[in-house]
């Protein structure tokens, strides 16, 4: 401890938390062998230390609107806390440095007699959901309508001054959710993002490990901007709001990765739905091992794809794996010495290696009419699907 008091610190760590200049030094835990001391580490140490319970933020469980009414973003920033959960008679703030308390008593005046509930956090996450929870709620108020009335006390509210405007599709705030909600949906490792209508609001849900998550709520002026936006850019028609449509658009991830993703919009009695499938762009390099199947399985699904000739039958649910297993091994299948040729609808990936051929219906291009046209370019492997 005197070899790190005795450190001077770089201009970037002056705003840095204590436990995070620690954490800096990777130091050797002297209570647990081959563990060192990072942040998450130290941050256990800590609640313990000050009788207060360890809090690990979850984004899809925190409501952001009603947690970022709770205090304003120069005061979270300044006291280096965040709201986190607001109940009835409680709200749960978050912070770093539990002995430091100077906020509370200016804090509770303003809570209308709800009590504060103090919880512990690694410093890093509350820096970065600060940041990300205000920035998000910054965007729905500019998007829903921008400056209100001065009696308007919560977030609730500035988000209803809006309803009875029409937020354009490329408002900067609209652009923003639609940024946020992308790199948003990547950094949770979501397989899809859905886009409800509803009367009054529209929801967004991710979909991660099979299971739908709800993420947030935009009043249904926002919603209607948001999938408009999105529409643009995946080059789809924007007036038609009747039929189905499917459309496609390439962005990048917060690591700077290619993902792609495909669109696909239906008619409700609130309005267009639309749902976002995210493909991983490592999709096409995983082997079948890395694919997560046990060995035997492996063994007889290599054996069966590598057979002379047949018909290999693959069925699923939606978000089981059919696309990544059929694509990977399409993948290592595709050398120079045979001709893969899929016909698709849609075509879900585009690979080089492999000739693609797209259903369409309004030129009477269907499934069976590309088999047949498929049969005549001399074909080694045949994906359908």
Not at 29 to 57: C, G, S, V
Not at 132 to 146: D, P, W
Request: aromatic share 8%; hydrophobic share 40%.
């Amino acid at each position: 401890m005197n070899f790190v008091s005795g450190q001077r610190r770089e201009k970037q760590e002056l705003n840095w938390n204590p436990l995070q200049f620690i954490a800096k030094f990777n130091l050797d835990d002297q209570q647990f062998e081959h563990r060192k001391l990072d942040l998450d580490n130290l941050t256990e140490w800590l609640a313990k230390r000050a009788d207060q319970p360890l809090y690990h933020i979850d984004p899809l469980k925190v409501d952001v609107g009603a947690t970022t009414a709770v205090m304003s973003f120069q005061f979270a920033e300044r006291h280096e806390i965040l709201a986190v959960a607001v109940d009835d008679d409680t709200v749960t703030i978050t912070s770093g440095q539990p002995f430091l308390n100077e906020w509370e008593q200016g804090l509770e005046q303003t809570l209308k007699g709800k009590r504060i509930r103090r919880v512990i956090t690694n410093p890093a996450d509350i820096r970065r959901f600060t940041l990300e929870f205000y920035n998000l709620a910054r965007s729905v108020k500019g998007a829903a309508g921008g400056k209100g009335p001065s009696n308007v006390t919560n977030f609730e509210q500035l988000l209803q001054l809006g309803e009875l405007t029409s937020p354009d599709a490329n408002d900067q705030h609209i652009v923003k959710i639609v940024d946020w909600l992308l790199q948003y949906a990547f950094d949770q490792r979501a397989s899809d993002i859905h886009l409800e209508p509803r009367r009054e609001h529209g929801n967004i849900r991710f979909r991660i490990d099979g299971v739908l998550h709800d993420v947030y709520e935009l009043p249904a002026p926002v919603m209607a901007a948001v999938t408009s936006r999105i529409k643009i850019l995946g080059r789809m028609d924007v007036a038609e709001k009747r039929r189905p449509q499917d459309g496609r658009l390439k962005t990048k991830s917060t690591e700077g990765d290619e993902v792609e993703l495909r669109l696909s919009t239906l008619p409700t009695a609130f309005g267009e739905k639309m749902v976002m499938r995210i493909f991983d762009p490592e999709v096409l390099v995983r082997s079948s091992a890395q694919m997560g199947l046990a060995d035997d399985d492996y063994e007889r699904w290599n054996n069966m794809v590598t057979q002379p000739n047949g018909i290999v039958l693959v069925t699923g649910p939606t978000g089981s794996g059919k696309t990544t297993t059929l694509y990977s091994t399409l993948k290592q299948l595709a050398t120079r010495e045979v001709n893969v040729c899929t016909i698709e609808d849609p075509i879900e990936m585009v690979e080089p290696s492999f000739n693609q051929m797209q259903v369409m219906d309004n030129v009477d291009l269907t499934f069976a009419d590309g088999v047949k046209a498929l049969l005549r370019q001399d074909p080694d492997i045949i994906m359908v699907g």
